[in-house]
């Protein structure tokens, strides 16, 4: 049999991680409700702090009181035990308060979009479009530039030096100046709708990318589950070996098999870490920063009854077509006359003071190539409605595409939750008992215990297509 002094080192080495990384993901899961301002912490604050300090002295009470009482109770190296327990309670609390001065601020996924919409540099440039088109409106009622010509010299007879001052105005017709106005309102209109497509895109690239690193983050559970499994059967493995009862190729599997997972662990790491750059990217957040992760894995969305009626880029289309039936009304106002008005003074034989007015009209007598703007125009009025009729059809499509792909990971789902890992977790702990005790071999072992793994990688793989299933079908109905 082991000493007292090995049998608690064996005891530490098996459950010192799985409940110290069972403590510190409970812990680190209630942190934002712990220290959360929004409307209704003062309800969510008290549970949080009583859960995080049961979980502190739950493990407190595992990793240091239990191993003190039971070395004093056998009466073995008592003094050397205690010296250690309180060394590993130092250790315990230095690591907790480095883990608290070292936390990274935690965002929601509201949070996140609402980052986005303030900070990103797509809605800026969209806002400094719509700007852009506002400040053009006031073009539209202007004019040409006032003439204003002078003569002097014998203009009126051979013997006297006379003058003659003209001042004209052309001023277009009134009606081409409304026309003028009412598209420019419209184009600021279109770059307001056009930032509501940014806006849409924005929000649905935030929440595909959010949904990764959660996802992620619970593949980041599933493998240190597997790697506890692989590190008990590795250590199985060479208890068998060193009884005699199987050969070194079962113990060297079961290294390879615990470093194959430590490598994918390490490359999902790296994985999240670009999903994070992502994300800081699109919400314009220079500083590191952590997701909250409280939202359910999967996403839920309420369908719009109305259909593509609130689709942004149909409301583009809408009103490019409305856009360019202003401006087909702008060309067609310029084959009407311009008017003219003047004011005329000058001398006649030296005789100052001789002043009248005049007035007249412009008429385009030469309208070929205006009529030809006319007809361009009334095209391209074409053009959009028939974009309209193509992006109608591809929506239609895509949205029943996507709801039927949404309703098949439904019921994947479904069964995950209700059969498939529960059957994982039930495959996994009774193999890795039977094989312990010696019931099964390790070969058996390792196919149950690959089938669970690919069980759980196959429900987030499914969890990953339906919530983007979700995106598609809430960008395609403009959902906010």
């Keep these: 049999g082991l000493t007292v002094s090995e049998r608690l080192k064996k005891g530490l080495e098996l459950r010192f991680r799985p409940v110290i990384m069972t403590a510190a993901v409970a812990s680190l899961g209630f942190l934002p409700m712990a220290i959360s301002q929004s409307p209704g912490a003062e309800v969510q604050r008290p549970l949080a702090t009583v859960v995080i300090g049961g979980l502190i002295t739950a493990t407190f009470l595992t990793l240091v009181v239990i191993p003190v009482v039971y070395s004093i109770v056998m009466g073995r190296r008592e003094k050397s035990l205690k010296a250690k327990s309180l060394g ?6 230095l690591i907790s308060f480095g883990s608290f001065a070292q936390l990274k601020p935690s965002l929601s996924l509201d949070q996140c979009i609402q980052e986005a919409i303030q900070k990103n540099a797509f809605l800026k440039t969209g806002n400094l479009e719509i ?29 006297s030096q006379d003058y003659t001052v003209i001042a004209n105005q052309n001023i277009p017709w009134p009606t081409q100046l409304r026309a003028q106005v009412k598209a420019l309102t419209s184009q600021k209109m279109l770059a307001e709708k056009r930032l509501k497509v940014t806006q849409i895109l924005v929000k649905s690239s935030v929440k595909w990318i959010y949904y990764q690193i959660l996802l992620q983050n619970q593949q980041v559970k599933f493998l240190q589950k597997q790697d506890s499994i692989y590190t008990q059967m590795k250590r199985a493995a060479q208890l068998k070996f060193k009884e005699g009862e199987t050969n070194r190729l079962e113990l060297v599997a079961a290294e390879a098999r615990l470093r194959e997972f430590e490598q994918k662990m390490k490359a999902l790491e790296l994985d999240r870490k670009v999903n994070y750059q992502q994300l800081a990217y699109w919400i314009s957040h220079p500083e590191p920063f952590q997701i909250s992760g409280l939202e359910k894995l999967t996403m839920s969305t309420a369908m719009d009854k109305n259909g593509l009626v609130n689709n942004p880029q149909l409301q583009v289309l809408d009103q490019q077509i409305e856009s360019g039936k202003l401006q087909l009304q702008v060309e067609r106002e310029k084959l009407k006359p311009d008017l003219r008005l003047g004011v005329v003074s000058q001398s006649i034989e030296n005789h100052a003071g001789q002043n009248f007015i005049q007035a007249g009209i412009g008429i385009p007598l030469f309208a070929k190539g205006q009529k030809a703007k006319i007809a361009a125009s009334e095209k391209q009025v074409e053009v959009y409605e028939s974009q309209k009729s193509q992006n109608m059809a591809q929506l239609a499509s895509d949205l029943s595409a996507n709801l039927a792909q949404l309703e098949k990971h439904q019921s994947s789902l479904a069964y995950y939750l209700a059969t498939a890992l529960p059957q994982a977790d039930w495959l996994e702990k009774t193999a890795l008992k039977s094989y312990q005790q010696g019931e099964i071999e390790y070969v058996e072992m390792l196919q149950n ?7 759980r990688e196959q429900y987030l793989q499914e969890v990953l297509a339906h919530n983007q299933s979700i995106i598609q079908i809430e960008t395609i109905l403009g959902n906010e």
């Design 88 to 93: 590993m309670i130092i250790f315990l609390i």
């Design 131 to 159: 700007q852009t088109a506002e400040a053009l409106i006031a073009s539209g009622r202007d004019v040409p530039k006032s003439t204003l010509d002078f003569q002097y010299g014998k203009t009126q007879t051979y013997f």
């Design 449 to 455: 215990a690959q089938q669970a793994w690919q069980i």
